[in-house]
C-alpha cells in the first residue's frame, strides 16, 4: 500500500484545483470521513479507510486530468458512479465521485440504446425512456443505484433469454489519461450499436472489472423494445430442481423475455411495505426456509411473457404444459390476489412499470450472503447442498434472499442465498465468513461452481495500480 | 423521537444507510431534487446519509466535534424531505426519521459548545439568557367574536418574524369576517419547535412542560394554528416528549377557512384576475400532510388562478429559511433565489405561502418593488374577502 505524506497529499490537491477548478475537489474532514469506510451495518468488519480527497468531475476532461496527476505521483484513485453500499475506498487516496456527469446524452430508438454519462440512475433513465416504447432490462435495481455501477458489476440483471449484457460501447480513461472507446463510436461520427465484430470485444474487459482497469466516462446501453402485450406468469414448484428444469426448458423454447427463481421466504417477504413486513417477517426468521407452510410453495418462478397479444396467450399455454411436466402448477392471479397480494403488486409494478421502487430492507444491514455461479444440473445439487448448510446456522441467519436466475439463456445460474444476523455479533459474523469460505471451496470442487472472488490481473492497463485497488483485479493488490 | 435517545441509540438506524442518496430527490418519474444542500452540492456527504455516515465516523472518533461540525449540522434546511423519501432509516429502532437524527446531532455540538455564528448564535444567546426564544404576540381579537367558552381556539405564536404581524392582523380581520366565537392560546413562550429544530434541548422540557400546562385544559375544543412549525411541533412532538400527553383537536388556518367558504360565512368579492403560484411549505405539507386545504381556499376566491410550480406538494422545494449553518456559503440565500427562480417561471404575479418563515425570506429575497408579490394565504384571503 502506498501511503502518502500530508506534504504529498497538499502538493496533489493543489494540483487537481488548478488542474480541474478548487470547487471540485474536497479535502475538508467532514467529506473525507464521509467517504471513507467507517463501522457501518454492511460493513462492520473491515478496517477504517479514510480518503485523503474526494474529487467531483463534472466533464470527461476533469476525469482524464485526475488520472494523469493521480499516475504521475502513484496515488490511488477509487472510481464510484455514485457512492455505492460498499465503498471500496483505499486509505489515503482520491475518491472519484462521478455523481455529477448524469445527463443521458441520446436515445436511439432505432437501434435500441441510450447513451449515458456515468452519475445516471435507474430512477432516471427509466423516467426518461417513458413514452419512447423503450424501457430498461427487466431485473434493474434500485431506483437510485447507477445504470453504469450495475451494468459494469452485472449485479441483479439475468440476461435471460431476450436480453444481453447492458453494455454495447464504452468511453475509458486509462490511468495515463488515455481515452478510448471500445465500440462502434471508436470512428468518428458512427453511432454506438456495435459492441464488437470487425475488432475485439473491448467492453467485456470492463464488465466486471470494477472500475480496476480504466475509469467509465461514458457509455451506450442497451434498452428493449415495450412490446404490445405483456404479462407476468406465475408457476409454483415444490423443490428447486424442477424449478430449474422449468426454466431451462422455457428459455430453450424462446418463451420468457425474463425469468426468475424466488424461494418461498424471498416472495413472501421481498416487495412488502414497512408495516407488512413487521407483521410477516418475525414470523419467516422463525420458520424453517426448507418447509413452507401447506399451499405455499417452495419455489414461485416468474416469466415476463411478452410480444404480440396472440403470441403471449400461446406462451401463457405453454407455460402451463410445461409447468405441469416438471410436476409445476400454475399459481393464477387470483390465487397469487388471495396467498401473497404483496407479492403479485411487487411484480407488476417491477414488470409492468418497467421501474423499481425501492421498499422496505428488513436487512438492517446485517447481510450474510452466499452466492455462485454453475451449469444448470450443478446448480441442483449445490442449491440441496447450500440449504443444508446454511440450515446447521440455525435462526442465526435464517435465509431471506433467496434467488436464483439464469445467465446467458440458461448456460449458467446464479444462486444466490443471503440471511440476516445481528449485526454487532463480530464473532458471528467471522465464524459465519469462515464458513461461507469453507462452503465455496466444496461447491468449486464438488460440484464445479464458480465462486465470486476476483480472478484476473490488470498490470498492462494500469502499471501502477493506482485503480480501484480494492477490486482486487490487480495481482498484487491487496485482497 | 424521545429527548432521551442518544446518539448510540441512533447509532444503529445509521447503520442502514444504503449509500444511494434516495433521500435527497422526489418521487419517481419526476425524481426531482428536493434536499437543498444536495442542490447546490451534490455529494454523498450532502445528503441525509451525509450526515449519519458523520454520525457513526463521530461515534467511532474517527473525528472530532468542533465548530465545523455545527455548521454542518446547521446547514441542513430541515426541510424533512429526506423523511419523506427515504423509508429505510425510520423502519429501524428507534424509529427517528433522518432530521429528527440531525438534531440530535445538533444537540450534541450545541452542548459541546459549538454553534454557528450569524442567526443560529443569536438564538442561542437569547435561549442561554432568558431560556426561551422569541415572545408570545398576542392576537387582538374583537369583543364580538372574543369568547372564552368558544369551541374553537387561536393558537397565538410567539413572533420570530417581522412577517407574523401582518398574518396576526390579516387572520384577526377573517376571524371577525367569519363572525364565530373564537377564543386565543398565547403561548408560554415557544412552543418548543425553534429550540428542538436548532439542537437547544436544554431549555426545551421546561417550555414544553409549561405550555402543556396551559393546554391541556382546552380539552377538546379545536386549536387553530397559523404556524404549521409550531402546529407539526405541537402535534407531532408534545407526545414524545410529554408522558401525559393527551390528542389535540387542532387545525391549520387554511383547514378552518375551507370550512368558512364552504358553510358560506367566508364570501369571495368580485375583484380583478390574478395568477399565483403556491409554495407548499415544508411543515404544512411534508409535515402535517396539509395540501389540499390552501388549494381548495384559493380556488374559492373568484378571479385567482392558480399556476403550480414545477416542485409541488410532497415535492415542494424549501425556501431556506431554516439553514443556519455557514458549511456552504450563501446556501440559504442560494436556496431562497432557486425556488423565487422556480415562481417567476410559472409567469404568476405572486407568490403564495402559509408559513411566516417562507414569506420572510422570499421577500428579503426580492427587490424592494417586488416584495408586495410574496404573501400568506390569510393576506390574500383577507384582501380578496
Known sequence: MVTKTRTENEIICKELREAIGAEKVKDDEITLVTYGRVRHGFDIMWPFRKPSLVVFPESREDVVETLKIANKHKFPVTSVGAAPIMLGTTEGGIILDQRRRDRILEINTDSGYAVIEPGVSFDKLTSALRGTGFKCAVGTMPGPGTVLGQALGRGSQSFSTRYLSTILDLEVVLPSGTVFSTGSSHFEGVGSHLRYGPYPDLAGLYTCGYGAMGVVTKAAIRIHPVNEASRVHLAGFDNYADAIDYVKDLINHNIPEHTFIWDWHMYLTWPLALEDMEKVMPWILESDFRKPPEGIPYDLVSTLLSGYPEQVKVYEEICAKVAKKYHGRVISDEEAEKRFPATLAGFRQLYGEYSYRESVHWSHGRFAGWYVFAEPKDMKEIEKFAANEFAKFGKAINPVNYYSHPFDYGRSILLRIAGFMEPEDIELRKKIAAKFEEMYNIALKKYRAVPIRPIGSDKALDPNNILNRDSGLFEEGEL | ?385
Open chain 2, 1 to 385: 423521537m424521545k429527548l432521551t435517545t442518544t446518539l448510540e441509540d441512533v447509532q444503529s438506524a445509521a447503520s442502514r444507510c444504503l449509500r444511494d442518496a434516495r433521500c435527497t430527490y422526489g418521487s419517481w418519474p419526476e425524481n426531482h431534487v428536493l434536499c437543498p444542500i444536495y442542490w447546490r452540492e451534490p455529494s454523498f456527504t450532502f445528503s441525509g446519509g451525509g450526515y449519519l455516515f458523520l454520525i457513526l465516523a463521530l461515534q467511532d472518533n474517527k473525528i472530532d466535534f468542533d465548530q465545523s461540525t455545527a455548521d454542518f449540522a446547521f446547514s441542513c434546511s430541515g426541510c424533512i424531505a429526506c423523511e419523506s423519501n427515504c423509508h429505510l432509516i425510520p423502519a429501524h429502532a428507534p424509529h427517528a426519521g433522518i432530521f429528527d437524527i440531525i438534531r440530535r446531532l445538533r444537540y450534541e455540538a450545541v452542548k459541546r459548545g459549538f454553534v454557528p455564528g450569524g442567526a443560529a448564535k443569536k438564538i442561542y444567546d437569547e435561549v442561554k439568557k432568558t431560556g426561551d426564544y422569541g415572545q408570545a404576540s398576542s392576537l387582538n381579537l374583537p369583543e364580538k367574536i372574543s369568547s372564552d367558552k368558544a369551541d374553537t381556539v387561536i393558537f397565538s405564536e410567539c413572533a420570530h418574524t417581522t412577517s407574523q404581524k401582518d398574518i396576526s392582523e390579516a387572520t384577526v380581520n377573517l376571524l371577525e369576517k367569519i363572525g364565530s366565537p373564537v377564543s386565543a392560546f398565547s403561548e408560554n413562550g415557544c412552543c418548543g419547535s425553534t429550540l428542538y429544530d436548532f439542537g437547544f434541548w436544554e431549555e426545551l422540557e421546561p417550555l414544553v412542560n409549561a405550555n402543556w400546562v396551559k393546554m391541556k385544559p382546552l380539552g377538546n375544543k379545536k386549536i387553530v394554528f397559523i404556524s404549521p412549525h409550531c402546529q407539526e411541533f405541537v402535534v407531532k412532538r408534545y407526545p414524545e416528549i410529554l408522558p401525559d400527553y393527551s390528542p389535540l383537536n387542532n387545525q391549520h388556518i387554511s383547514q378552518l377557512l375551507v370550512d368558512a367558504f364552504k358553510n358560506g360565512k367566508l364570501k369571495s368579492k368580485r375583484e380583478g384576475k390574478v395568477k399565483v403560484s403556491y409554495h407548499d411549505p415544508c411543515y404544512l405539507g411534508r409535515g402535517l400532510g396539509i395540501y389540499d386545504a390552501p388549494r381548495q381556499v384559493l380556488a374559492s376566491l373568484g378571479g385567482v388562478e392558480l399556476v403550480e410550480m414545477t416542485r409541488n406538494r410532497e415535492n415542494s422545494f424549501c425556501c431556506g429559511a431554516r439553514t443556519l449553518g455557514n458549511y456552504i456559503n450563501n446556501l440559504s440565500e442560494d436556496t431562497g433565489k432557486e425556488r423565487i427562480k422556480e415562481f417567476e417561471a410559472t409567469g404568476a404575479d405572486l407568490l403564495i405561502t402559509a408559513c411566516p418563515y417562507c414569506k420572510e425570506v422570499f421577500r428579503k429575497l426580492l427587490p424592494a418593488g417586488e416584495q408586495e408579490h410574496v404573501k400568506d394565504l390569510v393576506e390574500l384571503v383577507n384582501e380578496r374577502t
